[in-house]
């Protein structure tokens, strides 16, 4: 049979990975996943810098759904291949993008923080529910800066922290004085203040704000939330074009 050529030519070269890496193939197409993983779990023990086995035990425990086992080949590939992070990352956006947030998370948990990869961590700790995490990378995306401090100032929104949102958004618009505001910066403090639940001073700052910036229809869809939170629907449908 095919598995019985394959295992012999596993056992005919124990030690080289194309043997091993097409019979853990054919045991996984067989429905036999856990055998398969087994397989490369034995291989990469014995060579734990062998970049194929990796990959492929990374593959394979993706599409399983073994989160202890996709995290620590990430990190065991990583290691050994450092170039290979790229690769990683597709592996966890392709993880997020199908409902398997605890196995990107699991992933990022394994390896060291990234600048350039810091959102997408937050995405996953946020979509576990690691608040406490998410608060490490809020807090660490403020650098100071007025994009890291509005980059910051979003995930403060997406947590529900307004309080902490209006702070460094408000400290932008601040900053600006009488120049133009930054769109951006006045957006995340009226969403802040619509999670506050001041209805009133929310629907105040979105009104300022000049048509047609890239922020639009956040501010539309804003402008209408915080007016049904004052009570005023029929303004509200108005806001978002709604018939009466």
Do not use: N
Not at 117 to 132: N, P, Y
């Amino acid at each position: 049979t095919a598995e019985s050529a394959l295992r012999a030519a596993r056992e005919a070269s124990p030690e080289a990975a194309a043997p091993t890496l097409a019979l853990a193939a054919h045991l996984a197409s067989s429905g036999r996943t856990e055998e398969a993983l087994a397989l490369l779990d034995a291989f990469v023990t014995s060579r734990p810098r062998d970049v194929a086995a990796l990959r492929a035990l990374l593959t394979h425990a993706l599409v399983a759904g073994d989160a202890r086992r996709a995290s620590l080949a990430a990190l065991r590939l990583v290691r050994a291949s450092p170039v290979h992070r790229r690769e990683v990352r597709l592996a966890i956006e392709g993880a997020l993008a199908h409902a398997q947030a605890p196995i990107a998370h699991a992933i990022f948990r394994a390896l060291p923080v990234l600048e350039s990869e810091i959102e997408l961590r937050f995405s996953a700790a946020l979509a576990v529910g690691d608040r406490d995490e998410c608060e490490r990378l809020a807090l660490r995306m403020d650098d100071g800066s007025t994009a890291g401090r509005l980059r910051a100032a979003e995930r403060w929104i997406e947590l529900g922290d307004g309080a902490r949102a209006e702070e460094l958004a408000g400290e932008v618009l601040l900053e600006a004085g009488r120049a133009t505001p930054d769109p951006r910066a006045q957006r995340i403090v009226a969403h802040a203040l619509v999670l506050e639940r001041r209805f009133a001073r929310a629907a105040e700052l979105l009104a300022s704000m000049p048509a047609g910036t890239s922020e639009e229809a956040a501010r539309r869809a804003l402008l209408a939330a915080s007016l049904e939170g004052a009570g005023l629907s029929a303004l509200a449908r108005e806001a978002v074009g709604t018939p009466r």
